[in-house]
């Protein structure tokens, strides 16, 4: 009785169904490893970590965030802007959807490829919504308005 009641957990488990909106949320790279090299964990040992946000209206935010030599986390926006996620078809910033560059596990995992990287990525749930929004916030200013670029350069590297 006890080995049915495993096989009926077991194959519960398989079924559970991961769909699209699951991808919805904050997540956090776990590992990468590029195609031939060794893996690299993320966090607090390597110093690194990378950020998406997935906002149920597009949004979407990635940023890298390091600790400094002197203990300090350093935001580096990456980009800002928009994304899709439909039938396990993805696009981010317009650039061309691709099927099979991410890959939804389960609802708390996904992996994914960048060129010949292969990345894991945890989504994250308790992370307090002042800091998700200061980094997006950061990921914001990324995207800076051409006035202010043409200012800059004007001003600043005369």
């Known amino acids: 009785m ?8 077991h194959v519960n488990a398989q079924t559970t169904k991961v769909e699209d909106k ?11 490893q590029h195609e031939g090299g060794k893996k690299i964990v993320c966090g607090k040992e390597t110093g690194y970590a990378q950020f998406k946000y997935y906002g ?18 350093v935001v580096m926006p990456h980009e800002y802007g928009t994304y899709t996620f439909k039938n396990g078809e993805y696009s981010e910033m317009g650039r061309p959807s691709s099927k099979g560059d991410m890959q939804l596990i389960d609802k708390t995992t996904f992996k994914g490829r960048w060129k010949t990287r292969h990345d894991v990525w945890k989504k994250q749930t308790a992370m307090p919504d002042k800091l998700v929004k200061y980094i997006i916030d950061c990921c914001k200013m990324k995207n800076m308005p051409s ?12």
């Open 2 to 9: 006890a080995a049915l009641l495993m096989y009926a957990a």
């Open 22 to 32: 699951d991808l919805i949320g904050v997540w956090l790279m776990e590992s990468m």
């Open 56 to 73: 149920a209206d597009g949004e979407y935010a990635c940023a890298e965030i390091a600790l400094s030599k002197d203990g300090k986390c």
């Open 147 to 158: 006035d202010i670029q043409q200012s800059m350069k004007q001003h600043i590297f005369k």
